[in-house]
Every structure is written in C-alpha cells, then in structure tokens.
C-alpha cells in the first residue's frame, strides 16, 4: 500500500480523498493555491506545499514536482483539473508515481468522444446519433450541414469536454449560430480544445449512471445505478440511488450494458457509465467517467462501500475482492449538491465569507463539505460549496428526511442554491419520481410558494424587527470627503 | 415606536413596534391591528437576528444583506420593506444601477448607451467563477450611462449600468 499520496485538487472532493487517505493510515499531502492557504483540506492533511505557478491546480509539472520531491508514492487527482488529462498521467507514469485514476492509454482512448460513441456502437451498444466528425469554429458551415441532416433539437458537446461544460442544447437552426459560437469560446477556455461535435437531443430524456469498479486483474462489478436527471446546464444538481420507477427488466439491461462498455474500453479503478434514457425505456450510452464523481455518496450510501478507499487500493494494484453476488443496494439514498449561487437573480456566483454554517445532523445524514464558520467561498473556482446526502429504507424516508436536513442546514454570508431544493422536492413529479432533465424548467420557480398566511404574519414580523434594528443600529456619520461642503446622496 | 410595512411574497403587513434596550429580548408588536408577543434575541449592532419567537412558534431565520429576502425552514421569501415614519420613500426596486454582484472579467457587452431597453434584458455577460454570467436588466428603461467594456475586470459592488 502506498506511504504517501498527494492530492491534486481542492475544496470538497481534496477534503473527501484526504479524510480517506487518514482513515486508511497513510501520509497525505495537500497542494494549496496563495489565496486558498486557509482552505480545508490544507488544514486537515499531513502535510502541505504552496502552489507558485499561475496555472494553480492545473500546473501538472510543478505538481509532479513536488510529488517527486516530497517523496509520494501517488497522486490523487480528485475531479475536474488534472483528472482525465492523459498527458499528466503519461508524466506520472514517467516519474513512477502512481495516478490513482485509469491509465494513460485509456485515457486517450476515452478522450475523443465520437471515438468512443462509434467504437461502442461497432460493439452493437445504442448511442445517441451524432456527427462523426470534430468542429473547429472556422467550419461553421459544414457544422450547420450536419446539424441540418441531424435534425433539431440537438446538443452541441465539447470534444474534450465533460462536466457539461462547453455544452449548450439547441431547438433550432436560428440558435445554432450563436450556441456554437460560446460553445467554442467556453470550450477553449475550459479545456484548451475548442472543437465540437453534435448530438441528436433525447428530450424529454433521464440521466442513469452506473457505477463500477475494476481491477487490473480484469475483475469487474458494478454497484448499482444512480439518477441524475435534475440538472442545470448539464451539470447534476441532486442524484438518487437506486434510480426510481426503473422496471427489474430495464435495471438489468443497463447495468449489463455498463459492463459491456467497460470491458470494451478496458476500464480500470473507480469510474462512472453514463446512460441516457428516453421515453420509451431505451437506454444510449454517452459517456465513460474515468474518476470519482461528485454523486459517489449516494452509492457509498446504499452499497456501504467506501468507493475513494477501494479507488486508493486498486490504483495500489490491489485485487478486488468485493464479488458481485456480495453487492447489496439497500434503502434508498439522495444528495443534493450545493452552490454558492443565486437561484432567484439568474444563478449568479454568489462569493463572499460564511458567517454561519451549522451542518444538519442526525441519523443517515451525511454533509461533504469543505466550508466552516469564517470559510471565505472564492470566485474562481466551481461554485459547489457542499453536498447534503441522506438515506432512508425507502424513497419516502428518504426524501422525508432530505427535506428535514435541508431545513436544518443553516448557512449565512452568502447565498446558496438550497432554498432551490426546498421547492423542487415538493414538486408532484419529484414526489412521484417521474421526473426527466425538464423538471429544473418548471413552472415550480415562478408560482408563488404555498404558505400558510400566520407564518407569512410572523416572518413580516421578524423582517420588520431586523429592519429596525438595523437602523437603530447606524449611527449618521458624514464621509470625509462630503465633509468640506453641501453634498447630499441620496443613493447611500 | 417604528411603524414598517412589509410586504411578503406578495402579501403586505402594517407592523407597529418598539425597541428598546433591556426589554430582555421581549416585546409586542400590533401586526394589522391584532397583538403579538415576539421573544428575539438581544442583538448588538447591524448583524440581523437569526432566530425569533412569535407567539409559541419558534423561527429560525437568516437575511440578505439588504434585507430582500429571508429564508425560514419552509424556503425563500421575498420581501419588500418601506418605512411608514420616514419623509420619503425608496423602494429598493426603482434603483436602475447595475452593480458588479461579482468580482470578474467583462466578457461581453450587448447594450450601449441611450439604447432602450427592457426588465429581464440581458445587458452584459461577467465571467467568474469559470461561468459566464448574464447580467439581466433590473427594470426597463433607457441605459443612461454604461461603464464597461470587454476585457475589463471589475469589484464587487461596481456600478456597471445605470438604467434611468
């Protein structure tokens, strides 16, 4: 087993993968940015270094230095940054450290999407139809060709993309042009890669995911499936385990789709098969995820298996011992994701310094986060603050207690998603489990909320008391620079 | 006394009350006429008060930092809050300055000054926090002045756009 591991990324998963990395004996490493020196899982690691690069938590090279000089056995890359960058895992290879995450070769393999699309469906596996040729912005016209052959609604994706960035859905050809453009425009920004390739749109669709894990010995088992479909620009906003009203039929067929697909790529470690579902139950695949993903609580929840710990062993080249027959889904699991951000002024990023932040407690209630009272939330990096995941025997307990803990999350300084939630889990489709990628459009945003009128009473109350408070509280005070002469604002 | 009307999620309430320093956190407030007995918390200075009792019901509670909005346990509630003691006033949502809500990068510009435009208009895109973000038109009006250009990186609280 490794001695020593570095961990490559920051805000909750680095504080995920850390607190694994202790519970499993072995030395962590934390790597912190100048402005991020107070963050938390710098705090709770063994050990810390500063970045200098300007490039931060992207800086492959400074970063396998310092994993060189300090003597670690492995890097933990997390999601996101250096995760699925086959020429990082190519230097740690190099370097004879260990990437815990899949191998470079598979990696590459996995890189280019319409590669991986047409190689599964050579295999006989569905996949959403798409263009077998990659974008670049200047072949707009030949990309408004093959949109034109596809037909509307489709989906432009990034070939180097994932985490529903550079993503954009267009309903028809008069959106095309401007969609592409930003598309290009984010892609090169996020990924360094501005080519795009397009996708039929399955609307009204379900997001299923598979979890799997695998040794480099061959063996392979899934853990059940997730549902993602409750998104906001393709990033997943809650995920449940198991996915709700999927027939024994349909739940079977998807898992043994994932194990397809896995075997085909020669898929390694702890990853994530992504499956669309349509109206009629069919399922297409889209994506492989070589990594650990933001929703593994849910399946950590219902499977009780530790998925960084047994990620952490395999990349040790560990044989999995966990056999098929031995994986047992029980109850039910959701996790909500987050954000600092406002859902009620157009989900701006909302930055700023948490003044109070008491977690939800009780039982099956789980909160990974990497913020505390006084915590300063930056701009520049993903807006996800938290993640609040519960379980329950069955999907009413579950969602019963998801609401509860939602209720007792306090967090103030900042704005946050979470008020988002408290609507949406009320919704008739939700509670039904009926819902697709659309529910997030809803009409839940703009109805007025059901309250009864005596809390309406009592909350005016509670406002007209803060009020006043505050302005008992202001003392007039003249800013110096008004002080010479008549001016008077009327804005301040 | 302080006399504030307060309009919740749409619906308005006349609330008469009096704070005063050691009421040990109790007082009455006359809430449309009818008496309530309120326990809060004795709070020193601007920070708003995060719990209340009203009546036997107990709150908990947490505000933005101008007081347009509050979240209890059920969720999100707007607010609108006009003192009924002071000479003149000014509802927050005739202000038409756009102020950066961010720190960030302007992006894009889709308005120049003079232009015409309308509530919910997107006016400029400001990137942060790896996103894009629209900045929507608070109130329609024409662009009075318009202090930003591409490229620029601007602070919180900058007045971007003035909508008149």
Redesign the interface.
Known sequence: MFKKVLVANRGVIAVRVVRALRDMGIWSVALYEAGDRGSLHVRLADECYELTSPLGYMDGAEILDIARRVGADAIHPGYGFLAERADFIRACEEAGIVFIGPPSEVVAGLSSKIGALERAQRAGLAVAEHSSQAFRPEDFDLLEAEAEALGFPLIIKACAGGRGRATRVVRSPKGLKKAVE?AHA?AKI?FGDDRLFLERAILPCRFIDVQLLGDRYGNLVHLGERDGSLQRYNQKLLAEAPAPNLTAEQRSQVLGMALDIARLFNFQGVGTIEFLMDREGQFYFSEIKPRIQVEHPVTEMVTRVDLVKEQIELAAGKRLTLRQEDVRVEGWAMQCRIN???P????????GVLR?FRLPGGPNVRVDTYGYSGCEVP?????ILAKVAVWGQDRSECLNRLRRAL?DF???GL?TN??LY??ILDEPEFIRGEYTTQLIWGSWKTR??Q?P?E????????????????????RPTVPERFQSGWHRS??W | MSRVKVTIDGQPFEIELTLLPGQNGRLKAVVNGELVEVIVPEVQGREPIEWIMVGNRPYELSFDANLRWLRAYDGLHALEIQDLEAVVTRPVSKDGRVKAPIPGLITRVMVSEGQEVVAGQPLLVLEAMKMENEILAPRSGVVQSLNATPGRGVNLGEVLVEIV
């Not at chain 1, 701009?379 to 807006?383: A, E, F, G, L, Q």
């Open positions: 930003q984010e996020v600092a951000e406002d009620w002024n157009n989900f701006l990023p909302s930055p109070r701009v520049r990096y993903d807006p209720q306090a967090i103030t704005q979470l008020p408290q609507r007025p909320a309250s009128p809390l309406l009473r009592d909350l005016a109350v509670a406002a007209a008391i803060a009020y006043v408070m505050r302005h008992r509280a202001v009327p804005r």
